[in-house]
């Protein structure tokens, strides 16, 4: 069922050929991005804009809320205009519009979905709130046929989740961190080197000269055989050796230290994931989506892993893995293929779990007075 009712305008007739307009406002990146779907599946990207705000928040060694809701709200209608004219197409040849409605940094989200929202209204199209998370999760599909159900590893700078993906709005969490994040491990230790901001692709830079094995970090929940995640620890472990290094040979090797660390982590609970999908599926494709599959160690270790179970592996084209509007916009034209759309008074959400059920029975962190964690 979807998350939101249906207030909207009636959805276009399905089995068509689909061309939407998604915002993706989560974060720090302002985009926008135009998709045609065919019926059978063929996703063209026929526009994708992003602004980064890298500049604005560098100073800062992070994002800065207000900062990336205020460059929002200035820069959402230039992009939504440089996507359309990219795409050469005016907004009579939509089917709908498509805007992350979560989770995320709430003011930058409720900047992407306002706006996604007022353009619904103004041309009389459907709108779609999608899961910024389910953007990720259809992502490979940009580049190429990638048929239900696979197995998927998301791993962006604020989630890490491995999920059996049976269609788009049918997904079960089989695994997530309980602490950090693999991307906010790479940001956190990145920034206690000094090495800048965003730390991942900073770290992941000066690992190319360094050695990896002198250093040794620790490696969590040894004792657990589920498919969970804990990055605390090593960020922790890692912090504290960057006080330790004196030269840049130092930290070259501190950082490969890290990068080896997280990629093998990521592929021990692939591993045991891949076992347990591999019982109840014939087709076995293994995607992996997010920031973090940019970096090329932890997406050459993942591959090797899926080539060792017979996996298929396929990952989003580098420029679809991190934050972008291409995917939302994906996953608006699927959703709306199914009759699924959402109503003008679809709120917009800081936490959504792509597995609502899963994470309400059996919540990693306890309900409080935020709620539990996506």
Same mark, same amino acid.
């Given at each position: 069922?979807?998350?939101?009712?249906?207030?909207?305008?009636?959805?276009?007739?399905?089995? !068509?050929?689909?061309?939407?307009?998604?915002?993706?406002?989560?974060?720090?990146?302002?985009?926008?991005?135009?998709?045609?779907?065919?019926?059978?599946?063929?996703?063209?990207?026929?526009?994708?804009?992003?602004?980064?705000?890298?500049?604005?928040?560098?100073?800062?060694?992070?994002?800065?809320?207000?900062?990336? &809701?205020?460059?929002?709200?200035?820069?959402?209608?230039?992009?939504?205009?440089?996507?359309?004219?990219?795409?050469?197409?005016?907004?009579?040849?939509?089917?709908?519009?498509?805007?992350?409605?979560?989770?995320?940094?709430?003011?930058?989200?409720?900047?992407?979905?306002?706006?996604?929202?007022?353009?619904?209204?103004?041309?009389?199209?459907?709108?779609?709130?999608? #899961?910024?998370?389910?953007?990720? @999760?259809?992502?490979?599909?940009?580049?190429?046929?990638?048929?239900?159900?696979?197995?998927?590893?998301?791993?962006?700078?604020?989630?890490?989740?491995?999920?059996?993906?049976?269609?788009?709005?049918?997904?079960?969490?089989?695994?997530?961190?309980?602490?950090?994040?693999?991307? +906010?491990?790479?940001?956190?230790?990145?920034?206690?080197?000094?090495?800048?901001?965003?730390?991942?692709?900073?770290? +992941?830079?000066?690992?190319?000269?360094?050695?990896?094995?002198?250093?040794?970090?620790?490696?969590?929940?040894?004792?657990? !055989? /589920?498919? /969970?995640?804990?990055?605390?620890?090593?960020?922790?472990?890692?912090?504290?050796?960057?006080?330790?290094?004196?030269?840049?040979?130092?930290?070259?090797?501190?950082?490969?230290?890290?990068?080896?660390?997280?990629?093998?982590?990521?592929?021990?609970?692939?591993?045991?994931?891949?076992?347990?999908?591999? +019982?109840?599926?014939?087709?076995?494709?293994?995607?992996? @989506?997010?920031?973090? @599959?940019?970096?090329?160690?932890?997406?050459?270790?993942?591959?090797?892993?899926?080539?060792?179970?017979?996996?298929?592996?396929?990952?989003?084209?580098? &420029?679809?893995?991190?934050? #972008?509007?291409?995917?939302?916009?994906? @996953?608006?034209?699927?959703?709306?293929?199914?009759?699924?759309?959402?109503?003008?008074?679809?709120?917009?959400?800081?936490?959504?779990?792509?597995?609502?059920?899963?994470?309400?029975?059996?919540?990693?962190?306890?309900?409080?007075? !935020?709620?539990?964690?996506?």
């Amino acid at each position: 069922m979807d998350q939101f009712p249906d207030h909207s305008s009636e959805p276009r007739p399905v089995g !068509k050929t689909l061309t939407v307009l998604g915002f993706e406002t989560s974060c720090d990146e302002t985009a926008a991005a135009v998709v045609r779907l065919t019926p059978d599946g063929d996703a063209t990207v026929l526009s994708s804009i992003v602004h980064s705000q890298i500049d604005d928040h560098a100073a800062f060694g992070g994002v800065v809320p207000e900062i990336a &809701a205020r460059s929002h709200v200035e820069m959402i209608a230039g992009v939504a205009r440089c996507a359309m004219a990219d795409a050469d197409l005016t907004y009579d040849a939509l089917d709908g519009v498509a805007a992350t409605a979560g989770p995320g940094l709430v003011g930058g989200v409720m900047v992407g979905l306002g706006f996604g929202k007022a353009v619904a209204l103004a041309r009389d199209l459907p709108l779609i709130a999608v #899961n910024h998370l389910e953007g990720h @999760a259809v992502s490979a599909r940009l580049g190429a046929r990638v048929a239900y159900p696979f197995l998927l590893l998301l791993v962006s700078g604020g989630h890490c989740q491995l999920l059996e993906v049976r269609g788009i709005g049918d997904m079960s969490r089989l695994g997530t961190t309980i602490d950090d994040a693999a991307g +906010e491990a790479f940001d956190k230790i990145a920034k206690a080197m000094g090495l800048g901001y965003p730390g991942g692709p900073a770290l +992941e830079r000066v690992a190319e000269t360094g050695d990896g094995s002198r250093f040794d970090l620790p490696r969590a929940l040894l004792g657990r !055989k /589920d498919c /969970d995640f804990s990055f605390s620890g090593l960020k922790t472990a890692a912090s504290r050796l960057a006080q330790t290094c004196r030269t840049d040979q130092d930290r070259a090797d501190l950082a490969a230290a890290v990068q080896t660390a997280i990629a093998r982590q990521l592929s021990e609970r692939s591993e045991r994931a891949m076992t347990a999908y591999a +019982e109840r599926h014939d087709a076995l494709t293994f995607v992996v @989506a997010g920031g973090v @599959a940019a970096n090329r160690t932890v997406r050459a270790t993942l591959e090797a892993t899926a080539a060792k179970h017979g996996f298929a592996f396929l990952a989003p084209p580098m &420029a679809y893995c991190t934050d #972008n509007a291409a995917m939302i916009a994906l @996953a608006g034209a699927e959703r709306l293929s199914l009759g699924l759309t959402s109503g003008l008074d679809t709120p917009a959400r800081p936490r959504w779990p792509l597995d609502e059920a899963r994470a309400l029975a059996d919540p990693i962190h306890p309900t409080g007075r !935020k709620g539990a964690k996506a």
